[in-house]
């Protein structure tokens, strides 16, 4: 059985309830909003399915202009959630202006460190921003590093602050040669898999829209990078997940 840490299962066009049942092999997982409307509807799948899902509530950094408008409501969500996240920098894409997405990150990891609860962070382009900001708040034993592209040296930094690094699709992509070399360098207690439903299909299903039942795919994928068997990345993955979202 597999956890999917990151599952945006309120964006995917199929309905939650038949994704679910594709995926008999996943145990539960994690939804991520993206703004407080999506993450109430992670909140609203959680309290529908208690024993598949859990909720997190954050706005994305795409999202990041706005945080002043919707700061207010994401609190309010945050208090019912396991997590706050999807929360993080994106200077590749750049949707939200820099400063925006700075003020919206720095005030989500802080408002995760008041509430006690775990965060899951997105980081692309970002690293040495994003490395700062959770050294700086102290935040790095309960960050999740989601959809990891980082190098195996970023890898050994983001580590030595606390953080788990989850694997998503890129692990299993034939590009994907620096990924693997980062999870070569992360200790399996330190893992978690994920699929990022809808985005990110592992091969062969490349393109299409993802799904909760791909997880074991990128599994595979971190199974040969170790030289460990499938059934042991799931059974440590999973341990990993209910040890940080559902202690
Ligand atoms: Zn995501």
Redesign the pocket.
């Known amino acids: 059985m597999w956890v999917d840490s990151?599952c945006?299962l309120q964006l995917a066009d199929h309905e939650p309830s038949v994704l679910l049942e594709r995926a008999p092999d996943v145990d539960w997982l994690v939804a991520?909003g993206?703004d407080a409307a999506s993450s109430s509807a992670a909140l609203q799948l959680a309290a529908r399915y208690p024993d598949r899902i859990t909720a997190a509530v954050g706005l994305?950094p795409h999202e990041a202009d706005k945080w002043s408008v919707e700061r207010n409501l994401i609190i309010e969500e945050a208090r019912r959630s396991a997590a706050i996240g999807?929360i993080g920098l994106d200077f590749y894409r750049n949707l939200s202006p820099r400063d925006q997405q700075l003020a919206a990150f720095t005030d989500q990891l802080e408002m995760a460190a008041d509430l006690d609860k775990p965060a899951v962070v997105?980081c692309r382009d970002a690293f040495r921003e994003i490395f700062d900001a959770i050294e700086s708040t102290g935040t790095g034993e309960r960050v999740v590093m989601?959809?990891w592209t980082g190098g195996p040296r970023w890898t050994r930094r983001f580590l030595d602050l606390g953080a788990m690094i989850s694997f998503a699709g890129p692990v299993a992509f034939e590009t994907g040669e620096t990924v693997r070399q980062a999870a070569a360098v992360v200790p399996p207690e330190r893992a978690m898999v994920e699929t990022?439903t809808p985005?990110l299909s592992p091969p062969p299903f490349r393109g299409e829209p993802n799904e909760p039942a791909r997880v074991a795919l990128v599994g595979k994928a971190l199974a040969r990078v170790w030289g460990t068997t499938v059934g042991d990345v799931a059974r440590i993955t999973s341990a990993n997940a209910r040890r940080v979202f559902r202690p």
Do not use: Q, T
Request: charged share 20%; net charge negative; glycine share 0%.
């Open positions: 990151h945006h991520p993206i994305h999807e997105h989601h959809c990022d985005y």
